[in-house]
């Protein structure tokens, strides 16, 4: 199902952990998260074996199992989902330049996603009160872990056991 607030969670469990990325800016009311788009392509080109990366990291060649992720794209505070052609050209232009080799590869997909990011991880632990009559409410343990950008990969590991030792509390 979906998740329209995490207060109503709140009335139906002991604690909550939100992990919701950009989902937060709505969930926890945070507008601090933001979108970073970036967009890769996945290209045929099995004669590559080695990791390429330039200095800013925004270009890249990494070869997998089943093709070769080129990249990329990071574009803040920009939603969208589409594949943009431009993009495309000018990853693949700037991947040619670090592997010229590239340009034999065939494209076999192209992929857009959107990172959740915020200037500062969000790794911390909050407290919702329900709102049940008479009562004054329930106080429920929130765990809050999002916000890791293009990090999240590598973040997550640690930000995951943190999150962790926060629900014991």
Known sequence: GTVSSLQELAGRYDLVVNCSGLGSRALAGDGQVRPVRGQVLKVQAP??????RDGDGKTYVYPGVHSVTV???????DWRL???????ESILRRCCLLEPSL?????LAEWVGLRPDRRNPRVERAVLVT???GVGGRRVPVVHNYGHGGGGVTLSWGTALDALGLTNL
């Open 71 to 77: 990249g990329g794209t990071r574009q803040d505070d």
């Open 103 to 107: 340009a034999k590869g065939k494209v």
């Open 131 to 133: 709102e049940e009559e």
């Open 47 to 52: 004669w590559l074996s080695h990791f390429i």
């Open 82 to 88: 589409q594949v943009d052609p431009a993009d495309s």
